[in-house]
């Protein structure tokens, strides 16, 4: 079963994001984009999934439970959940090892929690762009560890990426897939699986019905099996 799909949006947790990025407001462009399935990965944080993945149940729309980690080398993975608490985990195990930068939002943005009404509760204080003193293995393993899959993302583009920053992708990480913002993957990423999604920040950005993932079923557990294979 083909289900189109785009499985990196930034909310307004995120300081790059817009503010305008409530899970509500994604889910309703995601839905008159003609989307099955949507990951929402803010950095290094799970807060704004609950009431993305309420938004999404309404909606019938799938939703990846995700989240944009930035490990030691400055590299992007994006992790990959079947469900929230295993996401949440991961949140928890970031935040304990994000440096105890404070936020500027007039120097990168807001960080906003929105509840399941779409409102905005609370704003994150510490800086969640910063990266997690853990190093690119520690993630892949603690991932792995909570059921989930780790994807590099972005490999095609300059900064951030797993191939810009260390050069190759290293073979005992064991990796099946990475992320791409464009249509092909760049050199360097021979017989990887690819995933090819958005990275929005902007409700503009979010991916027409341009790239499908092959599953056996329409369901979450399939989403990721397909992914770690
Ligand atoms: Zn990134
Ligand atoms: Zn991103």
Known sequence: MKLAADLHIHSCLSPCADDNMTP?????????????????????????????????????????????????????????FETLSQAEQLGEWLYERLPPVPNSSTLFGNQFYIDIDDGIVASEPRLLISAADCSLE???????????????????????????????????????????????PPAGCEGYAFLRS???????????????????????????REISQ
């Not at 839905?31 to 704004?48: E, F, Q, R, T």
């Open 138 to 184: 520690e993630l892949v393993a603690f991932t792995r560890r909570l059921g989930g899959v780790a994807v590099p993302a972005h490999v095609d583009k300059p900064a951030n990426s797993i191939l810009t920053n260390l050069g190759f992708i290293p073979p005992d990480l064991q990796l099946k897939t990475v992320e791409i913002r464009g249509e092909q």
């Open 24 to 80: 509500g407001n994604i889910v309703a462009m995601a839905a008159l984009k003609g989307l099955d399935v949507i990951a929402i990965a803010d950095h290094n944080s799970a807060g704004n999934l609950r009431s993305a993945a309420a938004a999404a149940a309404d909606a019938g729309m799938l939703l990846l439970p995700a989240i944009e980690a930035n490990t030691r080398e400055e590299t992007h993975v994006l992790c990959y």
């Open 198 to 224: 958005s990275d929005a920040h902007t409700l503009g950005d979010i991916l027409e019905r341009v790239f499908f993932i092959d599953a056996q079923q329409r369901g979450l557990s399939a989403i990721i």
